[in-house]
């Protein structure tokens, strides 16, 4: 936060702890991508919650190829990234995510003789994966486009917990299986 000149995460430590483990990964994706500047996710999701429990369960990124082309609802997803880590909770992974994922961090997939896969789990918070004028371009003029997320926690594992998220952009409709959206869940964290 310090070298991009972002302020401390605000919210209320007490309400946080209060959260799942699902809604704390949407609340510190949230946090993040409001704080540069960018939309939230509006919600997070049955089937993307589904989705990214599977990649919990199993110590590893969520399935992203078991991902439906349309959501609950009707909207069309055009486009996804998933993210795992193994940490003791939600601000770890976070930490990890957005802070640890370059050369010399955590990141397996990024090593200083090869750094292409470094920033990727960065890269999947910050992500649009679509914007309007593609869904506009794909399914006609005005029609909508929003980010939605889901998230699993499996409790164990070497690291004291399998943490994961699944970000996607959805063009069309609002997805109807939402579990909780982040207008609701920021009043929450502000303690209201």
């Known amino acids: 936060w310090v ?7 605000r919210i209320s430590l007490a309400a946080f702890g209060r959260l799942s483990p699902d809604e704390q990964l949407f609340a510190t994706a949230n ?7 960018l939309p939230p996710a509006t919600e997070l999701t049955g089937q993307l919650d589904h989705l990214a429990q599977v990649g919990a369960d199993h110590g ?5 190829q078991d991902l439906p ?9 055009v486009g996804a990234g998933a993210n795992w880590a193994g940490s003791a909770n939600s601000l770890e992974s976070d930490y ?3 802070y640890d994922d370059g050369p010399g961090g955590t990141n397996l997939a990024c090593t200083k003789t090869y750094t292409a896969g470094c920033w990727g789990h960065r890269d999947n918070i910050l992500g649009s994966f679509g914007t309007a004028a593609k869904c506009a371009s794909y399914y006609g003029a005005g029609t909508p486009f929003v980010t ?3 998230a699993g926690y499996r ?3 070497t690291y004291g917990a399998n943490e994961t998220e ?3 952009g959805v063009c069309g409709r609002q997805p109807t299986d939402t579990v909780i959206t982040w207008t609701r869940l920021e009043r929450l964290l502000r303690g209201a």
């Open 148 to 150: 939605v997320m889901g």
């Open 155 to 157: 409790r164990g594992g």
């Open 60 to 64: 590893e990124d969520p399935p992203l």
């Open 166 to 168: 699944v970000v996607a």
């Open 31 to 37: 946090l993040e991508r409001v704080a540069r500047g």
């Open 69 to 77: 082309a349309s959501l609950a609802g009707g909207g069309h997803v």
């Open 3 to 9: 070298l991009e000149r972002l302020g401390p995460m």
């Open 96 to 98: 990890l995510w957005m």
